[in-house]
């Protein structure tokens, strides 16, 4: 019990550093404005502020962390025999109704992709959060599921994220990100369903014989 409220305590003191953190990059820019001066307007020392973040970089990504922590903790707690590609679907919309289209958001998202630091750190980000996904849909109880499968549905469950995103910044953050979202899962839906409790191996290609095609 101490232990949860204690981390939902960090997660609440990190969202905030982190909005401390945006508004001054959107309003001085983010080369422009220091760590010292982060820390001084959330009323914390410099030393607090890496407490919470290894770098000025990171606390960009504060909200998203905390979401994607979420995401992966909803994986986990999905049913056992639940098709993968659905239990994906189903988190990440409960994920996208939590998202407010604001400006601060769209800011976000233009100081990303405007700032070449932050968006080499977005790609790795989106790698770690990709492995914590994949790892969460084969670690439910009683679920049979191989790496390949699990990092292949996730890679494509990343890509409608991204896709999405990049509408959504396309239409000035008035697109309805859930209908894309859905729209996206429906397009990419896998052929054929894969159960929680099936393995299922990549294929292996046969081995060409050294002597194909040779006449005899």
Request: hydrophobic fraction near 40%; glycine fraction near 6%; avoid cysteine.
């Amino acid at each position: 019990m101490a232990d949860g409220l204690r981390e939902r305590t960090r997660r609440a003191v990190r969202a905030e550093l982190a909005q401390v953190a945006l508004d001054l990059f959107a309003e001085r820019g983010f080369d422009e404005t220091t760590v010292d001066e982060i820390a001084q307007a959330a009323g914390l020392t410099k030393r607090s502020f890496f407490r919470y973040f290894p770098a000025k970089e990171d606390a960009v990504f504060g909200g998203v962390d905390v979401t994607g922590e979420q995401v992966v903790e909803g994986i986990r707690a999905r049913p056992a025999d639940e098709d993968p590609w659905q239990s994906l679907h189903h988190v990440l919309r409960q994920w996208e109704r939590q998202i407010h289209a604001s400006e601060q958001t769209l800011a976000s998202l233009r100081l990303i992709e405007s700032t070449p630091s932050l968006h080499a750190r977005l790609h790795q980000k989106r790698a770690q959060w990709r492995r914590h996904v994949s790892d969460a849909l084969r670690d439910r109880p009683g679920v049979r599921l191989d790496s390949f499968t699990a990092e292949l549905l996730t890679n494509a469950a990343s890509a409608v994220l991204d896709t999405v995103s990049q509408e959504w910044l396309r239409s000035g953050g008035t697109a309805d990100r859930a209908a894309l979202l859905d729209r996206g899962f429906a397009f990419l839906h896998p052929a054929a369903t894969i159960r929680g409790r099936e393995t299922a191996e990549p294929h292996q290609p046969r081995p060409v014989r050294a002597d194909r095609g040779r006449r005899s």
